[in-house]
């Protein structure tokens, strides 16, 4: 798998077929048991702990399936929390989570915990804090996998203006042919192997 700065590419295959390992792995969640993973430039198979933790906080941005949001907490600060992982000073994390939230369209929602928002607002909450280290790549584990069809329209085309507006690196896992066909690159995962679609 070679995408390319900026590049965008979409990871099909069937379920149990380890799509979501592969993110992990190039998120560096998960070792790299065999072989070589190389983002950014930088080794992956080399890295260890607080290492790999420093490359995904300065390089890596995920979107999960399940959205991952804290409850009790508002859309503004879920992506605050976020930001403060990052090492932003608390003087600048109200106004910077309010400008990634403007940016997925949810200002007005910035308020609001969880429960109070739809599938896709959940989603765009979930993205806007994927954001908040300022990613190099951006890695999608079935973003849409629980949204309606428009909604999933909706998710896709702002990941997709994201990365054409800060440059960077989207890789998608999904189960739909369609959007996966929206992508620079399509491969599908099969018995360990990544072929090109």
């Not at 990052?86 to 007005?108: H, I, S």
């Not at 054409?164 to 189960?175: D, I, K, N, P, S």
Request: glycine share 12%.
């Amino acid at each position: 798998m070679d995408v390319p700065d900026g590049g965008y590419a979409a990871v099909m295959g069937v379920s149990g077929a380890g799509k979501s390992t592969l993110l992990s792995i190039l998120g560096g969640l998960e070792a790299v048991q065999q072989g070589t993973v190389c983002v950014g430039g930088e080794d992956l198979s080399t890295l260890r702990g607080r290492q790999l933790a420093r490359f995904r906080r300065a390089r890596i941005g995920f979107v999960f399936q399940d959205f991952g949001l804290l409850t009790m907490l508002t859309a503004r600060e879920n992506v605050e929390l976020a930001l403060t992982l990052t090492g932003v000073p608390r003087g600048r994390r109200k106004e910077q989570a309010d400008q990634l939230l403007g940016e997925v369209g949810l200002a007005a929602r910035a308020t609001h915990r969880p429960p109070k928002l739809s599938g896709g607002e959940l989603q765009r909450v979930a993205i806007a804090r994927a954001l908040a280290n300022r990613p190099a790549v951006l890695l999608a584990d079935e973003p849409t996998g629980n949204l309606d069809e428009d909604s999933a329209i909706r998710v896709m085309e702002l990941l997709e203006r994201l990365r054409a507006e800060r440059g960077c690196t989207l890789v998608v896992v999904t189960h739909n042919p369609e959007l996966a066909a929206r992508a620079d690159e399509r491969l599908r995962l099969s018995r360990g192997q990544l072929v090109r679609q």
